[in-house]
């Protein structure tokens, strides 16, 4: 189905850029230079200066990202790690992927972990604790770090829906030992196809997840250092990657005035719980997502599509209620009920004043 306003506009975003991205592509093909090159180099030297961290290491995904951090502090076998089941899969299956066991915590109004809910399931097996910045906005990461200083645990951000928000001024996937971003089509900092970031201060991790992500082989001494994994970045996502990063404060700013678009608009809708307007505060979000809470979701979704409008319920089963994952002894009442409730509106920078619009009215005749 055509929409009228779909849901992500992938050849309006490269069509308005497209100029620069074929003349990377070109340069990477006509060069023959696909991996390790120089413009992975280039690329994880001006994402690290974006963030201020010492090091930005490119590997295969987002998911790549978290699993390899987890190995790379030494997540194994009988540890236990606290995160959220309002999430990506991704999140939960890299703590499995590691042998470790995922306590999930639950949600607050914003749709981030409940900080004050992490102590209570602290035992001696806690090693790790993974927030995920969902939607773009940070999870309560003062309170966190409080937490996870008193009892010793590392935490690794999920920053994957967060490129470029910060709390307070300090920028998220910069506070823990990890950050962990991806370059999804969907995300902020698309690529064209997957690709995943790991950004730290710390040298030693650093130096793990270069091994870890290159078959444990160190190039430069021709030795094996350990047994590692295939996950890099590829040099072509690289250059594309590199020439996006530079637009990426305008498309967030574009992004914020969409929100606000549609918090003006729809903030006296009795019938919707709307995100935080975009505020100079101590919040800075960047709506990957703009997600409302709706009554009769359901229904309002079906209008929606009617109209020519994709929405996404992201998502409409919570990951403790899939059997296969092994996670039902949880009990988690928010994360159960915002799944009934929520549905993502269309957000991204090549959408028009007029497309905003055309959703506004689409949900303001659905409440008349
Ligand atoms: C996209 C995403 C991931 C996974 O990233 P991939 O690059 O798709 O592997 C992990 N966590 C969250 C919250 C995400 O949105």
């Known amino acids: 189905m055509i929409y009228k306003v779909p849901f992500v ?40 200066k ?8 490119g590997v295969g995904s987002g998911t790549d990202a978290l699993y390899l951090s987890l190995k790379a502090a030494g997540i194994n076998q009988g540890d ?12 939960i299956a890299s703590i499995i992927h590691c042998g470790a066991k995922p306590i999930l915590v639950d949600i607050g109004e914003d749709y981030n972990m409940d900080v004050e809910k992490v102590e ?15 939607n773009g ?29 910060s709390l307070d001024g300090v920028k998220a996937g910069t506070f823990g030992l990890t950050g962990c971003f991806s370059f999804y089509p969907a995300k902020i900092l698309g690529g064209l196809g997957d690709g995943g970031m790991v950004v730290t201060n710390n040298k030693d991790v650093a130096e793990k997840i270069l091994l870890l992500r290159d078959h444990g082989q160190k190039r430069e001494i021709g030795e ?3 047994y590692g994994f295939n996950s890099r970045l590829d040099n072509l996502q690289a250059a594309v990657l590199n020439v ?19 918090h003006q608009a729809l903030s006296n809708i009795t019938k919707l719980k709307l995100p935080p307007p975009p505020m100079n505060g101590r919040f800075y979000d960047v709506y990957q997502n703009y997600v409302i809470r709706a009554k009769r979701r359901d ?4 209008h929606l599509m009617r109209e020519g409008i994709e929405v996404l319920i992201s998502w409409p089963k919570p990951l403790h209620k899939h059997e296969a994952l092994g996670l039902s002894n949880f009990h988690l009442p928010m994360t159960e009920q915002i799944s009934k409730e929520v549905v993502s509106l269309p957000i991204y920078p090549e959408l028009s004043n007029n497309d905003v619009n055309f959703v506004i009215q689409a949900i303001q005749t659905f409440y008349k």
Not at 50 to 57: D, N, S, T
Not at 80 to 91: D, N, P, S, W
Not at 120 to 134: D, F, G, M, Q, Y
Request: glycine residues 4%.
């Open 50 to 57: 974006f963030l201020g961290v010492k090091y930005a290491i």
């Open 224 to 226: 094996i250092l350990c």
């Open 299 to 302: 229904e309002l979704v079906k």
């Open 80 to 91: 236990e790690v606290i995160t959220v089941a309002h999430t990506f899969v991704a999140t």
């Open 244 to 262: 996006k990063l530079k637009y990426v404060p305008k498309w967030i700013e574009r992004r914020r005035e969409i929100a606000k678009l549609y």
């Open 137 to 165: 906005r940070l999870c309560d990461m003062k309170r966190l770090m409080e937490i996870a200083s008193k009892y010793n645990l590392i935490i690794i951000e999920d920053a994957a829906q967060a490129l470029g928000a």
């Open 9 to 48: 506009n992938f050849p309006e975003h490269y069509k308005r850029i497209k100029d620069e991205i074929d003349f990377a592509i070109k340069e990477v093909l006509l060069g023959g230079d696909y991996i390790l090159r120089k413009h992975l180099k280039e690329f994880e030297e001006n994402f690290a």
């Open 120 to 134: 209570e399931v602290i035992t001696n097996k806690t090693k790790a604790i993974i927030p995920v910045h969902l």
